[in-house]
Nanobody, 116 residues
Framework: QVQLVESGGGLVQAGGSLRLSCAAS????????MGWYRQAPGERRDLVAS???????YYADSVKGRFTISRDNAKNTVYLQMNSLKPEDTAVYYC??????????WGQGTQVTVSS
């Protein structure tokens, strides 16, 4: 199993920045991909960005050029740097860790609110 603890959410004005952190513990050597998802009220949970063990990254079109995902293997932590935030980025952001066999784990979520 994997435990994920997120931090870094909050309230920010449009155009501002936030950095989310996700610290992993447990069976971390089995993690193949880590990602950030977000879910706004009444909406589905969507993938925002992900990073593989090898460092390959993926970004949703809506955040390309504004968000950057990175990982610090020594700290077992994944970060999401969010710049040029927009009101439509408002959501609960969830960290996800997935094993190569597809088994996945979720963090508890952290609220990001962007005011206009």
């Amino acid at each position: 199993q994997v435990q994920l603890v997120e931090s870094g959410g909050g309230l920010v004005q449009a155009g501002g920045s936030l950095r989310l952190s996700c610290a992993a513990s447990g069976s971390i050597l089995r993690i193949n991909v880590m990602g950030w998802y977000r879910q706004a009220p009444g909406e589905r949970r969507d993938l925002v960005a992900s990073i593989t063990r090898g460092g390959n990254t993926y970004y949703a079109d809506s955040v390309k050029g504004r968000f950057t995902i990175s990982r610090d293997n020594a700290k077992n932590t994944v970060y999401l740097q969010m710049n040029s935030l927009k009101p439509e980025d408002t959501a609960v952001y969830y960290c996800n860790a997935r094993f190569i066999n597809g088994v996945g784990y979720w963090g508890q979520g952290t609220q990001v609110t962007v005011s206009s």
